[in-house]
C-alpha cells in the first residue's frame, strides 16, 4: 500500500508536526510504503494567476506532487484547523496541485464534472480550539465538509474517517500524548487498508443502490398503493399481509427491469455524453462499480426471488389462475422485455408506451386484484389512464439527451425516429392530453371519489410544464441537457398518482 501523508501547517515544531511525526511511526510498523510532503517546505506560488490552472507554470515542487499522488493509494491530510477550515498555505497547494485534467475533468453529463483520483482513499487529521460539538453544531464543520466533499470527494477521492483533535488551547500533556498514541494506532491500521470493515461492507451495498435506482421507485409504489385503496373504497376489504407481498413482487420486478436495462443498455450507456440523474442508467457497469457477472447474477436472483413471492401471491390471494397470468405475466413480460432480447420493445419503438403502461395501468390493476378486484371492473382502467397519460411526457423527453448514444446503438425511442424536437411537440401533445382527461373526468363526475381536487395542482403544473416544452421547441439551438424539463415532467406525475391516492386512502 502506498500512503502519502501531506503536511499543511505553515509553522515548524507545531503540534501538527508531532502528529505527522507519529502517524509516519505507526505506518512504518504496518509495513507500508509512505511519502511525505511538508507544504511550508515546497516553493511554489500559492495563488492561481491565470485563467486556466492549466496555463499557469507549473513549478517542480508542484509536478512532483501530483507524482506523488497519482503514486498513491491512500491520502493523508494533516493540518490546523482555522477560521473553521484550513491555513492558506494548503488552500494554495490544493488549488495549485488539485488541477483540471489531473485530479477532475470537465464533461458533458452528470454533474458536469468526473473526478480523475476515483479508487483512492483520503484522510484529514486536524487539530483545533472549537470544541467538537460546536464546530458540528454551530458551525456545521464547514472546512471538512468543503476538504471531504466539495475538494477531494469531488476528485473522486473515498474518504475515510476524519479525526479531530481539540481544543488545542490549554491542553495538557497527558491530553495531548493521548492523542499522539491515537494517531500512531490510526498508522499502524494500514496494514489492513485504509478504509475500516464497516466502510469495506458499504461500498459494494452503495453500489448495489446505485444500480437499482430507488429514485424511480415511489411512482409506481404510489399507484400500486391507490389501486389497492380503491379495492377498499369499492368494499372489498383491504388485507396488509397481501399489500405488502403484492408489493414486494413489484418491487423485485422492478428492480430485475432496472438491472436488466443497464446489461442490455451498455452500448448506449458507455455513449451518453449527456447522462443526468434521470438518464442514462445507473452506469455502475460503465463506472465498474459492477461488473456483467454481478449484475446478471443479480438479475437471475431477483427473478428467482420473485417468483417464490408470486407463488406466496397466488397461495393467499383469492385471485384466478387466468386472472393472475394476464396481469402479472403480461407486466413481467412488458418489464423485463424493454430491453431484454428477442422482445427488446424498447429497440422497437415501443419503449415508451411500454413504461406507460407498466407504470400505471398495470401496478394499478396489481393492487387492486389482489385485494380482491376484478380484471374486468372498470376502476383500475379508469383510474390509470389520466396516469398512463401523464407518464409518457417525461418517459419520452428522456429520450431526448439519451438520443445520440440511441441512435448510434439502432434504439428506436421518439426522440431517434421524430427527432428532439419531434419528440418534445409529442410530449407537449401527452401533457395537454393528461389535463384534458382529468378536466374530463371533473366534468362528467368519473371516479369523483379519486379525483377530488385534483385540477387544482395540475392545470398550473401542466402549464408551466408547457411552457418550458414550448421553449425548447422554439431554440434554434437547444441544450444537449435538459435537466430542469425532465424535474417538470417527472414531478407532473406526481398529481395523477398521489392526489388519487390521498382520496381514496
Keep these: 500500500m502506498n500512503v502519502l501523508l501531506i503536511n499543511g501547517h505553515p509553522r515548524n515544531e507545531s503540534l501538527t508536526d508531532a502528529l505527522a511525526a507519529s502517524y509516519i511511526e505507526g505506518a512504518a510498523k504496518a509495513n507500508v510504503n509512505l511519502q511525505y510532503i511538508v507544504v511550508r517546505d515546497l516553493q511554489f506560488n500559492p495563488n492561481v494567476t491565470h485563467q486556466h490552472t492549466h496555463d499557469q507554470p507549473m513549478e517542480a515542487d508542484i509536478l512532483s506532487s501530483q507524482e506523488k499522488i497519482r503514486w498513491a493509494d491512500h491520502l493523508v491530510f494533516v493540518y490546523p484547523t482555522w477560521w473553521g477550515t484550513m491555513p492558506a498555505l494548503l488552500k494554495g497547494f490544493i488549488d495549485r496541485v488539485f488541477t483540471a485534467g489531473f485530479a477532475f475533468l470537465e464533461i458533458d453529463g452528470g454533474t458536469g464534472y468526473e473526478g480523475l483520483l476515483k479508487g483512492k482513499t483520503a484522510q484529514l487529521i486536524t487539530t483545533m480550539d472549537t470544541p467538537n460539538f460546536v464546530y458540528n453544531l454551530l458551525y456545521r464543520a464547514p472546512g471538512h465538509n468543503a476538504m471531504k466533499r466539495a475538494t477531494l470527494g469531488f476528485c473522486g477521492l473515498r474518504m475515510t474517517r476524519t479525526l479531530r483533535f481539540g481544543p488545542v488551547r490549554n491542553s495538557i500533556y497527558e491530553k495531548r500524548k493521548t492523542w499522539l498514541e491515537r494517531v500512531y494506532e490510526e498508522g499502524t491500521k494500514l496494514g489492513n487498508g485504509a478504509l475500516s470493515p464497516l466502510k469495506k461492507l458499504s461500498?459494494?451495498?452503495?453500489?448495489?443502490?446505485?444500480?437499482?435506482?430507488?429514485?424511480?421507485?415511489?411512482?409506481?409504489?404510489?399507484?400500486?398503493?391507490?389501486?389497492?385503496?380503491?379495492?377498499?373504497a369499492a368494499g372489498l376489504g383491504f388485507d396488509p399481509f397481501i399489500f405488502w407481498l403484492g408489493y414486494a413482487w413489484l418491487f423485485l420486478i422492478e428492480v430485475a427491469t432496472v438491472l436488466s436495462n443497464d446489461y442490455f443498455d451498455f452500448g448506449s450507456d458507455k455513449r451518453n455524453r449527456y447522462f443526468s440523474p434521470f438518464t442514462g442508467g445507473s452506469r455502475v457497469l460503465v463506472e465498474s462499480l459492477l461488473d456483467f457477472r454481478q449484475v446478471r447474477t443479480g438479475i437471475l436472483v431477483t427473478l428467482g426471488i420473485s417468483m417464490v413471492v408470486l407463488v406466496l401471491l397466488f397461495t393467499f390471494t383469492s385471485i384466478g389462475a387466468v386472472n393472475m397470468i394476464a396481469?402479472?405475466?403480461?407486466?413481467?413480460?412488458?418489464?423485463?422485455?424493454?430491453?431484454?432480447?428477442?422482445?427488446?420493445?424498447?429497440?422497437?419503438?415501443?419503449?415508451?408506451?411500454?413504461?406507460?403502461?407498466?407504470?400505471?395501468?398495470?401496478?394499478?390493476?396489481?393492487?387492486?386484484?389482489?385485494?380482491?378486484?376484478?380484471?374486468?371492473?372498470?376502476?383500475?382502467?379508469?383510474?390509470?389512464?389520466?396516469?398512463?397519460?401523464?407518464?409518457?411526457?417525461?418517459?419520452?423527453?428522456?429520450?431526448?439527451?439519451?438520443?445520440?448514444?440511441?441512435?448510434?446503438?439502432?434504439?428506436?425511442?421518439?426522440?431517434?425516429?421524430?427527432?428532439?424536437?419531434?419528440?418534445?411537440?409529442?410530449?407537449?401533445?401527452?401533457?395537454?392530453?393528461?389535463?384534458?382527461?382529468?378536466?374530463?373526468?371533473?366534468?362528467?363526475?368519473?371516479?369523483?371519489?379519486a379525483f377530488a381536487g385534483i385540477l387544482i395542482p395540475v392545470i398550473p403544473h401542466a402549464l408551466?410544464?408547457?411552457?418550458?416544452?414550448?421553449?425548447?421547441?422554439?431554440?434554434?439551438?437547444?441544450?444537449?441537457?435538459?435537466?430542469?424539463?425532465?424535474?417538470?415532467?417527472?414531478?407532473f406525475i406526481f398529481w395523477f398518482g398521489i392526489v388519487p391516492l390521498v382520496n381514496l386512502a
Design 464 to 491: 408551466l410544464l408547457a411552457y418550458l416544452i414550448i421553449q425548447y421547441i422554439r431554440k434554434k439551438d437547444p441544450p444537449k441537457r435538459i435537466d430542469g424539463l425532465l424535474v417538470a415532467a417527472l414531478t
Design 327 to 449: 396481469v402479472c405475466g403480461t407486466l413481467f413480460i412488458l418489464a423485463l422485455g424493454y430491453t431484454i432480447p428477442p422482445v427488446k420493445l424498447s429497440y422497437r419503438g415501443l419503449g415508451e408506451l411500454t413504461v406507460g403502461v407498466t407504470h400505471s395501468f398495470a401496478v394499478i390493476l396489481c393492487g387492486y386484484m389482489f385485494q380482491g378486484g376484478n380484471l374486468s371492473d372498470n376502476f383500475s382502467w379508469l383510474l390509470g389512464l389520466p396516469l398512463f397519460l401523464a407518464v409518457l411526457p417525461s418517459i419520452i423527453l428522456a429520450g431526448v439527451p439519451d438520443h445520440d448514444a440511441d441512435e448510434a446503438v439502432a434504439k428506436r425511442t421518439m426522440a431517434v425516429r421524430f427527432g428532439k424536437k419531434g419528440a418534445a411537440r409529442i410530449a407537449l401533445a401527452f401533457t395537454i392530453s393528461a389535463t384534458l382527461a382529468v378536466i374530463f373526468f371533473h366534468y362528467y363526475g368519473i371516479l369523483p371519489h
Design 203 to 232: 461500498i459494494p451495498v452503495m453500489n448495489w443502490l446505485k444500480a437499482i435506482r430507488l429514485q424511480f421507485y415511489p411512482m409506481s409504489f404510489i399507484a400500486y398503493a391507490g389501486g389497492a385503496y380503491g379495492a377498499q
